[in-house]
Every structure is written in C-alpha cells, then in structure tokens.
C-alpha cells in the first residue's frame, strides 16, 4: 500500500496564502470610501439595511471576482506552462499579448465604426491564433530536430553540430 507524504511545510504554506487570502477578502468588504466595522458588515445582509447596497453591489462583488479572476488566472498561467513544458513561459515571453494587442489596434484602424464591445473578442481571438501558430511552430521545430538527432545517430558527423547548440 503507497501512501503519500505531505511535508508540514507545504501544510503552513497553503493555511498561510488561504488564510491571508480570507484576511484581504475582509478588508475588502469593510475598508473603501465608507469604511464599515464588522458589525455593520454583518447587519449589512438584511436587505432593509442603509449598507445592503454598498456590500451587494459593489463590495462583495467585488471581492469575489478578484478571488476567481486571480484563480482563472492562475490555471491558465500553469496550462500554458505545462503545454509549452517551459516553467518560465508566460503569454508576454511568448508573444501572445503582442498579437492580442496588433489585432486590436488592426481592428481599430480599419473597422473604426465597429462597436467597441468587439475588441476584446478580436484581441481574444488574435491571442488565440498567435498560441495556435507558435504551437504548430513548436512541434514543426521538434520533429525536425528529432529527425536530425536520428540522423546524426547513423551518421556521426552530422549530430555534431547539434551537440554544440
């Protein structure tokens, strides 16, 4: 029977980022133009409360969407990692954000009557093409590399070059 080990450091690390995390939730609901004592906050849930619309419409919102969107990205962080197999990757290094940016600025030169909602869906899409083209260029690099190294196995002379890079 396997069991796995979990050292006592990792343990402290996740309570400690979890509990720092529910700490900046709280000052996020309570600190702000009006800043509100927990009680407040508490009473806050009734819907007749004078602070239910201040906590429900703009507070709590607030820092939920920050906790998902920083999660969200988080994951797409590490997917973009773990599909590049590169842990320094990220969409700047890769050229992504370049793209998502020259598309937008494209789609602003000539479609200027176009409704602005529409950017963020061609910058989207312009990162999504440029990620699908620089991994069509990764495996069209490593299979012709591969082939080299197979190459350079029957044929000494040739898989020096290669060593030296």
Known sequence: ???SHVSFRAIGFYV???SLMVLLFGLSIRLGTYTLS?????AAFQPDDKNYFTLMEYRLPRAVLAILLGGALAISGVLVQS??????ASPDILGINNAAGLVAVSVLMFLPNL??????IFAFLGGVLSFVIFM???RFLTSALSK???LGSHFPHYGQP???I
């Open 83 to 88: 599909v590049v197999r590169n842990p320094l």
């Open 148 to 150: 080299w190294q197979s």
């Open 1 to 3: 029977m396997r069991t």
């Open 136 to 138: 069509d260029r990764v």
């Open 16 to 18: 400690g980022t979890l």
């Open 162 to 164: 290669l060593v030296i």
């Open 115 to 120: 409704a602005f909602y529409w950017m963020p």
């Open 38 to 42: 927990f009680e407040e906050i508490w």
